[in-house]
């Protein structure tokens, strides 16, 4: 089965090359084969062979079927077709000579038909008549055989469903194993050292990745993705925003005939998971069904020591804590698409997503002047993220031929977002003296209305334009409250209350334009222009000034295939970075009044430039690609921190737009079969950093502040596949230290081992996975500087973590499901928060 699907693959993909090079060599001449082994020069002639190709049993059109022309004599590709809508082909220009004629496509075994052509006179082959393929469970199982990493045109995917050890996890958890991506403890993800990319959800965009990407991976359970695509030069077709690239998480779907349902669950000290997925498919209608849930617990310690400085005097702050995480997670999704007619779909889905994060910390502070104990302190806070998303799509498409397609997209998207936290402040004996609580509100609405066409031109060449309007506002509402031991909760006169609400119009247009020449270069280009309208006002305080903007941002794309083994590109694009809500919510955090935080809501974009070159290679068993990046942003937000005179010791953290970043790295992948069972893959990461911005000094005065360093990790995984059904994998990563613009964070380590066995029936598995099973848990060490503070801080996490994992499919689905083609929005637009710049 596996030898079939390479032989159908290769010759699809040949077929389809060799057509562009005829039609290209009637314009330009006779073609040689310009290097590729695998083809002979064309007998070139006046003769055509034609004919239909129908389903055997259905006798119904074969759409699109893959035709290849084979010389009789050598068995080598000469010629090629792909059929149309109702299963005509026809191959021209054809010479004298004695051919096969080889037929394939997805789901149907493959046909060869043995002719003669004579001078002159055309071929009718009739009605040619080709059989499914009646084994549909080896056909879907098949799969597995991909690699771990793959590389196309224009981005690298990680097949996850390949990974043993992912089974329990969160999509954090498994995005560590992506080449080029890195993700911190916290769970905020950065790709070749930036972190502001745009994570998206089988193409499509949620509100509560706008709002938080790290909560929101949490929300995605690992067992339920299918593949991970990182694309690092974005065409023209994508939303300007993400200056650092595009993630696009594709969860696993069933696009197959029949009923079936799907239990995946697993046990954990540090976190407990159950899905349920089914989908019924029965002609042109299919529905699914599916939830997911996520339970997890860990727990910290940290300790920190500060010190301001004010004029002569120098407050200093030691403290200590200890903390407890628990959450809750989970995504429920139903799901509908119908086949309106001849090459229409509609599809329609809605999803929603939970998020239960519940933190209690005891924390201890000592405060000193001057080296003289002033103050401590006993806290215990109760700390509460909590949200809920909304996601409804209607997605229409229209295929006239391949490659010529119209698609009609809307999107309504909406998040609630409620980060509170009760304080009680003790007294030395232990008793509640005071306490305080912050509420925040949040909300986050989203509609979208899109529209693509493309179209070939000739056979080489293709056309794609589209526009894109955006509605998005945002809200959000926050008050301080105080209270005695007993007494009720009033307004805290000393800590701000207020309004922030946020109007966000985006109006896009792309054109983009793809060529494909006859000595195997490609080359797509294109522009997109985003205006964007904001409108804002703090409640009774009034408006907020922030101006509207416009953006061009172009693309281009050359790759050329050196040789079929080997291929180079070279990529440029222009990317920007809208502020997200965190960064923009003005509400302040002070869970912790010696480490405060609150966003600024008069961010403005950011702009970036990206350059980057690559190379990719096959030597024998072994996969190879190297790249090399640079990249330019002006107007960066940053992550910047002060003092405020009026809390002695505390520290403020906010974001402004007034640093530069300018980072220049390489990366090194490579996958290797040391037997057809065993594989041995790993990358590793290479960065120089350098970032400006601007700092307060010891007399108040605005000055410059810059930081540069080298920042190194990688990873490598390896896994064999053992007699029935067992199988192994392990995996190791490491993040090396991290420039910021204030200090810097030293690096962490992870590491798992992991086995599974398939049931005889192939239908589930079950398994057991260990994390960092060494060792208690992970250290970090954070230092921050400048001219008027230095903090350091100390985390200890305690994530070792052993877990069984349990997968079963009940039902039965069969191959022979309509063809279907469907589009959906993707917003790709808005700077998450959480980010550690």
């Known amino acids: 089965m596996r030898r079939f699907f390479l032989m159908h693959f290769k010759i699809t993909a040949l077929a389809l090359i060799l057509f562009l090079q005829a039609n290209l060599s009637n314009a330009q001449g006779p073609l040689a084969p310009s290097g590729n082994p695998q083809a002979s020069i064309i007998p070139k002639g006046n003769s055509k062979i034609s004919g239909v190709v129908s389903d055997s049993v259905a006798a119904k059109p074969v759409e699109f079927v893959s035709v290849a ?108 194993k992506v080449p080029m991506l890195s993700v911190d403890l916290d769970g905020n993800v950065s790709l070749r050292g930036s972190s502001n990319i745009r994570v998206l959800i089988n193409n499509k965009p949620s509100t ?8 929101a991976l949490k929300q995605i359970p690992a067992d339920m993705i299918k593949s991970v695509e990182v694309i690092t030069s974005p065409s023209a077709k994508y939303d300007a925003e993400g200056s650092g690239g595009i993630i696009n998480i594709i969860t696993k779907k069933n696009n197959l005939q029949g009923l079936i349902l799907n239990v995946d669950s697993g046990v954990g000290n540090r976190g407990t998971n159950l899905g349920l997925n089914g989908s019924y498919r029965k002609g042109k209608m299919g529905i699914t069904l599916g939830g997911f849930g996520r339970a997890f617990y860990n727990k910290a310690t940290s300790v920190l020591d500060q010190d301001t400085r004010s004029g002569s005097d120098i407050f200093s702050t030691k403290q200590s804590s200890n903390s407890k995480d628990r959450g809750l997670f989970g995504q429920y999704s139903l799901g509908f698409d119908y086949d309106l ?3 229409q779909a509609l599809s329609a889905g809605v999803r929603y997503g939970t998020r239960n994060f519940v933190q209690k910390q005891n924390l ?24 809920g998303t909304i996601d409804v799509n209607v997605d229409y498409v229209r295929t006239f031929k391949p490659q010529q397609e119209w698609s009609f997209s809307t999107l309504y998207s909406r998040t609630n977002l409620t980060n509170d936290f009760n304080t009680d402040i003790l007294s030395t004996g232990g008793n509640v003296g005071s306490r305080l609580k912050n509420v925040n509100g949040n909300s986050n609405n989203e509609f979208t209305l899109q529209t693509d066409y493309q179209t070939p031109i000739k056979k080489n060449q293709l056309l794609e334009f589209g526009a894109k309007g955006i509605f998005r ?8 409250l105080m209270a005695g031991e007993t007494g009720d909760f009033t307004i805290n006169p000393d800590n701000p209350s207020g309004t922030l609400n946020y109007n966000q119009n985006v109006a896009a247009g792309y054109v983009s334009y793809s060529l494909t020449t006859k000595n195997k270069y490609t080359i797509k280009a294109g522009t ?29 794309n050359l790759s050329k295939n050196i040789t079929d083994a080997t291929t180079i590109k070279v990529a440029y694009n222009r990317r920007l970075q809208r502020p997200g809500i965190q960064q923009l919510n003005p509400n302040v955090n002070i869970s912790n009044p010696q480490s405060i935080s609150m966003g600024n809501p008069s961010l403005s974009p950011e702009l970036t430039n990206n350059f980057e070159a690559g190379l990719s290679t096959n030597i ?26 009026t809390l002695a010791g505390a520290i403020v953290t906010t974001y402004e737009n007034i640093g530069k970043q300018r980072a220049y790295g390489a990366n090194v992948f490579a996958n290797v079969y040391l037997t057809s069972k065993w594989t041995v893959n790993g990358s590793i990461d290479l960065l120089q950093s350098y970032m400006e911005g601007q700092t307060t000094n010891a007399e108040g005065v605005s000055e410059a502040v810059s930081n540069s360093g080298f920042n190194y990790g990688g990873r490598i995984m390896s896994q064999i596949s053992l007699k029935k059904g067992w199988g192994l994998q392990a ?3 490491y993040r090396g230290k991290e420039v910021q613009l204030q200090g810097s964070r030293t690096g962490f380590y992870m590491y798992s081992l992991g086995f599974k066995r398939d049931f005889n029936n192939k239908k589930g598995s079950i398994g057991f996975g260990a994390e960092n099973f060494m060792t208690k848990g992970v250290r970090f060490t954070s230092d921050l500087q400048s001219p008027i503070f230095s903090q350091t801080s100390q985390t200890q996490l305690y994530n070792r973590n052993f877990k069984i994992t349990f997968n079963y499919t009940i039902g039965k689905m069969s191959f022979d499901a309509p063809k279907r083609k469907t589009r959906s929005v993707s917003n790709s637009d808005v700077k998450g928060g959480g980010e550690n710049n």
């Open 69 to 176: 022309l084979v010389n009789f004599s050598d068995n080598k590709v000469l010629d090629g077709a792909v059929g149309d809508d109702k299963g005509k082909f026809e191959i021209t220009g054809v010479g004298a000579g004695k051919y096969k004629l080889l037929f394939s496509f997805i789901g149907f075994k493959d046909k060869s038909v043995t002719l003669t052509v004579e001078n002159n006179k055309n071929v009718d082959l009739g009605v040619i008549k080709m059989s499914a393929n009646t084994k549909t469970l080896d056909e879907v199982t098949i799969t597995g055989e991909k690699s771990m990493v793959e590389e196309k045109v224009d981005r690298l995917v990680y097949n996850a469903e390949k990974d043993i050890t992912s089974k329990g996890g969160d999509a954090s958890d498994l995005l560590r």
């Open 208 to 215: 509560i990745i706008a709002s938080n990407v790290a909560d």
């Open 341 to 343: 007619g001849k090459n």
């Open 364 to 387: 201890f502070i000592d405060q000193f002047t001057n080296d003289e104990a002033t103050a401590n302190s006993q806290r215990k806070v109760d700390r509460k993220d909590l949200s």
């Open 473 to 480: 506002k945002v809200n959000s509402d926050y008050k301080y």
């Open 528 to 556: 997109r222009y985003e205006y964007t309208g904001i409108s804002a006002d703090a409640g009774d305080k009034g408006k907020i000034s922030i101006p509207s903007y416009g953006n061009l941002v172009p693309s281009i």
């Open 620 to 645: 024998k068993k072994t996969y190879l690609n190297f790249s090399v990046f640079a990249r330019n942003t002006n107007n960066s937000i940053t992550q910047v921190r002060t003092t405020i005179d």
């Open 731 to 733: 995996f190791a990563f």
